[in-house]
């Protein structure tokens, strides 16, 4: 069975703007002192001996993270692309709020995150083009590491869609996206390739 451990990276300024990081990768988007901390905290209370690896999204806010929670540990550490954000396309770098008032339709008035229309107006990637990513991932580490145990640093959106993938609920809105240093845990069978969520969005 590999075990994967998903952790959310640490808060941005672009966080604390409510703006659509997606796959921007400028000073905005990169770890703030607040974010910095977050990562230091899950460093102090989570002990990672256990771990045999360490993968994350190449993205400057998730390398960022994953460097703090590797220090004293040394795992191997690399990067993959199928760990990357959602594009949201023409929306990336847009105020939620801006958005909100042009597009209302496209938000869950509850979480308010966008629904999976989004991707039209915006030409974003699409929520299962996302899923099929991280399916595709997921599979591919199982297979080549079926006995271990596997840190991934990605982001609020992926970490999502590891989620469904396990669960595949009918209505994928019923997961909100996970905070800032979360941990998700999810586990996959070698021969089956079957996926079991144990627990979603745990602080330490």
């Not at 692309?81 to 949201?88: A, G, K, V």
């Amino acid at each position: 069975m590999t075990e994967f451990y998903i952790v959310r990276h640490g808060q941005t300024q672009a966080n604390t703007q409510d703006i659509k990081q997606g796959t921007i990768n400028t000073p905005a988007t990169y770890l703030n002192d607040t974010g910095k901390a977050q990562a230091q905290v899950l460093h102090d209370h989570v002990d990672l001996k256990f771990a045999d690896r360490m993968i994350a999204s190449p993205l400057e806010r998730t390398k960022q993270t994953a460097a703090i929670l590797n220090v004293d540990y040394d795992l191997p550490l690399s990067y993959d692309p199928r760990l990357s954000e959602i594009s949201y396309g023409q929306w990336d770098g847009q105020t939620n709020a801006a958005l909100r008032k042009t597009y209302p339709e496209l938000f869950n008035p509850t979480t308010g995150e966008v629904y999976p229309d989004y991707a039209i107006p915006a030409k974003g990637e699409e929520f299962t083009a996302v899923e099929a990513r991280v399916r595709e991932f997921t599979e591919e580490m199982t297979q080549r590491y079926p006995q271990e145990k596997i840190v991934v640093v990605t982001h609020g959106f992926t970490v999502r869609s590891f989620a469904v993938n396990a669960v595949q609920p009918k209505n994928p809105m019923s997961l909100p996206e996970p905070e800032n240093t979360s941990i998700t845990k999810i586990i996959c069978a070698p021969g089956t390739l079957q996926q079991y969520l144990i627990y979603y969005n745990r602080r330490y």
